[in-house]
């Protein structure tokens, strides 16, 4: 392998910043002839995402604001380094085959003939890249900034092309693997959430019993003080649970936790009481504190944990949470208005039987995450050690 060339990142990509859409030109829905817009929400958060996506009709003058499959995006506006989410200077790759505008605030970096794509989305992915930008921000308490020129001062140390592909491919091939974990699950859950709809929605009998959801489980409210949580404990905030994903893939540390929290447990129900139009529902696990600003879930019987946890994830009981939350700007359930959602009530044989026919799908992906785990625990650990040459790949 040859010498790795000190440099500025400027010499070896393209910055292209996004278009400032009027938001009155912004589309609800996707219409004929029209693209989604990928925002900071879109992109600071891992690989890019359309949650909640914002659309715009296509005119040829935008073309320089088009992202295609692969593109790396970077946000150029967002939180501090102190926070969890959403962090200025993060960077994603959009995945998708479906074309889309760049917004603001957020840029497109291109590779030149001396740079692997892979190769910069790894390098300005390693936290020794996304530290340096974030101590160039500027802004205010609640907003950092950084600039194009930010991005293109930033030094790299740039190995041989053939040496930058060999690297990425070993990235490359532990992602792939996440990625492949990743869609099972979402396969899984979505098998689930089906199954459930069939079962208790469609074929509902005449002759169930109607009652609500409070029939299954309850909402135990234990308190614990800061001072007596445990060094190793796991916290759980609304930051840490994924929108519409029943899986709890992230959590954070403890030791910072300055405020009472609530205990829960394993195979309990996590849900988002705060803004619940998120849709933050997932069940845990591992034992564990979380917020108060998420209802700890705990059904009653263990046959009715895969109905419990189906049950709050639907779409009908996202918007009864939401209808009688309190508060305008931020709107809060609570769990005497959460628990009152209609329901009919099957058998009890019934409600076995289906979480006998769930469960083994509910560990099936709590395996995949525990490999998940470990693969990225492995990628973050040879992330920085290949990318500053610690560790080189023999020819």
């Given at each position: 392998?040859?010498?790795?060339?000190?440099?500025?990142?400027?010499?070896?990509?393209?910055?292209?910043?996004?278009?400032?859409?009027?938001?009155?030109?912004?589309?609800?829905?996707?219409?004929?002839?029209?693209?989604?817009?990928?925002?900071?929400?879109?992109?600071?958060?891992?690989?890019?995402?359309?949650?909640?996506?914002?659309?715009?009709?296509?005119?040829?003058?935008?073309?320089?604001?088009?992202?295609?499959?692969?593109?790396?995006?970077?946000?150029?506006?967002?939180?501090?380094?102190?926070?969890?989410?959403?962090?200025?200077?993060?960077?994603?790759?959009?995945?998708?085959?479906?074309?889309?505008?760049?917004?603001?605030?957020?840029?497109?970096?291109?590779?030149?003939?001396?740079?692997?794509?892979?190769?910069?989305?790894?390098?300005?992915?390693?936290?020794?890249?996304?530290?340096?930008?974030?101590?160039?921000?500027?802004?205010?308490?609640?907003?950092?900034?950084?600039?194009?020129?930010?991005?293109?001062?930033?030094?790299?140390?740039?190995?041989?092309?053939?040496?930058?592909?060999?690297?990425?491919?070993?990235?490359?091939?532990?992602?792939?693997?996440?990625?492949?974990?990743?869609?099972?699950?979402?396969?899984?859950?979505?098998?689930?959430?089906?199954?459930?709809?069939?079962?208790?929605?469609?074929?509902?009998?005449?002759?169930?019993?109607?009652?609500?959801?409070?029939?299954?489980?309850?909402?135990?409210?234990?308190?614990?003080?800061?001072?007596?949580?445990?060094?190793?404990?796991?916290?759980?905030?609304?930051?840490?649970?994924?929108?519409?994903?029943?899986?709890?893939?992230?959590?954070?540390?403890?030791?910072?936790?300055?405020?009472?929290?609530?205990?829960?447990?394993?195979?309990?129900?996590?849900?988002?009481?705060?803004?619940?139009?998120?849709?933050?529902?997932?069940?845990?696990?591992?034992?564990?504190?979380?917020?108060?600003?998420?209802?700890?879930?705990?059904?009653?019987?263990?046959?009715?944990?895969?109905?419990?946890?189906?049950?709050?994830?639907?779409?009908?009981?996202?918007?009864?949470?939401?209808?009688?939350?309190e508060g305008t700007r931020m709107p809060r359930t609570?769990?005497?208005?959460?628990?009152?959602?209609?329901?009919?009530?099957?058998?009890?044989?019934?409600?076995?039987?289906?979480?006998?026919?769930?469960?083994?799908?509910?560990?099936?992906?709590?395996?995949?995450?525990?490999?998940?785990?470990?693969?990225?625990?492995?990628?973050?650990?040879?992330?920085?050690?290949?990318?500053?040459?610690?560790?080189?790949?023999?020819?």
């Amino acid at each position: 392998m040859g010498e790795w060339k000190e440099c500025k990142l400027g010499e070896c990509i393209e910055v292209i910043n996004g278009y400032a859409f009027k938001s009155q030109n912004f589309l609800e829905e996707q219409i004929e002839n029209s693209l989604p817009v990928v925002k900071i929400k879109n992109v600071a958060n891992g690989d890019v995402n359309l949650k909640a996506v914002q659309y715009h009709v296509f005119d040829k003058s935008l073309e320089k604001y088009l992202i295609q499959k692969n593109d790396v995006l970077i946000a150029l506006t967002g939180n501090h380094p102190q926070a969890i989410t959403q962090v200025v200077g993060e960077a994603s790759k959009y995945k998708l085959d479906e074309l889309a505008f760049l917004n603001q605030r957020v840029a497109k970096i291109k590779a030149r003939e001396n740079m692997s794509n892979n190769f910069l989305y790894y390098f300005v992915k390693d936290d020794a890249s996304h530290d340096y930008l974030a101590s160039q921000s500027s802004g205010s308490a609640n907003q950092a900034n950084i600039s194009k020129s930010d991005i293109e001062n930033m030094p790299i140390s740039l190995p041989p092309l053939e040496e930058q592909k060999a690297i990425t491919e070993v990235l490359s091939s532990l992602d792939d693997k996440i990625d492949l974990l990743h869609r099972q699950n979402k396969t899984l859950e979505e098998l689930a959430q089906t199954l459930f709809r069939q079962w208790f929605i469609e074929e509902a009998k005449d002759e169930w019993e109607v009652g609500t959801l409070s029939y299954f489980a309850n909402n135990p409210r234990k308190s614990i003080k800061p001072a007596e949580i445990e060094l190793d404990a796991k916290y759980i905030g609304l930051e840490h649970i994924e929108r519409k994903n029943i899986s709890l893939v992230q959590s954070g540390d403890s030791s910072a936790v300055a405020s009472n929290k609530y205990q829960f447990e394993e195979n309990d129900i996590l849900f988002g009481k705060l803004r619940p139009y998120f849709h933050k529902v997932c069940f845990t696990s591992h034992d564990g504190i979380c917020s108060t600003d998420i209802l700890v879930i705990r059904p009653k019987k263990t046959s009715y944990f895969a109905y419990t946890l189906l049950a709050f994830n639907q779409e009908d009981v996202i918007n009864y949470a939401n209808a009688g939350s309190e508060g305008t700007r931020m709107p809060r359930t609570n769990w005497d208005v959460l628990s009152q959602y209609p329901v009919q009530i099957p058998s009890e044989h019934i409600l076995e039987e289906f979480n006998l026919m769930i469960i083994p799908s509910i560990k099936k992906i709590k395996n995949n995450q525990t490999q998940i785990k470990i693969l990225e625990n492995m990628r973050d650990t040879l992330l920085p050690k290949l990318m500053s040459g610690e560790i080189r790949i023999k020819d």
